[in-house]
């Protein structure tokens, strides 16, 4: 339901962590293909470091506080 007004910004709160790794793939996957085609900024909160390797852009944060924000690629 949070995608049929096609929002400006989309978030998602562990959206994978009571899947499979199959699950979690093909959910990750379409959040991708759908923040690329529709132009849609993502914000994506994960404790899984795997799911980094997917994202345009990460900011990580320890005990409350941002310690990296690289540039976005």
């Known amino acids: 339901r949070a995608l049929m007004n096609?929002?400006?910004v989309l978030l998602v709160d562990e959206p994978t962590s009571a899947l499979d790794h199959e699950r979690g793939a093909a959910v990750l996957d379409l959040l991708v293909t759908l923040t690329r085609e529709r132009s849609t900024a993502?914000?994506?909160v994960t404790h899984d470091l795997a799911h980094l390797d997917r994202m345009d852009r990460t900011v990580?944060?320890?005990d409350g506080r941002l310690t990296t924000a690289p540039a976005p690629v």
């Open 6 to 8: 096609e929002p400006a």
């Open 60 to 62: 990580t944060m320890d």
């Open 42 to 44: 993502t914000v994506l």
